[in-house]
């Protein structure tokens, strides 16, 4: 004669198997979303990335337009100031000499002692 607690136990032993089986599937399927899930956030994300990269060089690329317009008329400005100044008189060349001179002693004091005889 069977036990009946023998067949009882197989049949929770079986139903328990099965839940662990069902569970299982149940990570798998969790675990398929979530990867789908991720995939789309990345996708999203470099999509997202693209367009900042873009905005940014298009926001590049205007900032040095200004700035080459900005140095292409201050230059224009440089070089008709620079056409009227022309026009006057030449600076005094002993004037210029002695202003050198000075601005070179001034820069040299006391250099000439530390550096020994022969130096300027």
Known sequence: MRDPRGSSAAADVDAAFNRVLAAEAQARAAIERCRAQAAL???TAEREARGIARRAERRIRAAHRIADHGIERLLAELTAAAGEHAAGPAPDAA???A???ALAAELTN???AELGPGAP
């Open 41 to 43: 956030r990345v996708a």
């Open 95 to 97: 004037a210029v000499d």
């Open 110 to 112: 006391g250099l000439s």
């Open 99 to 101: 202003l050198a001179a």
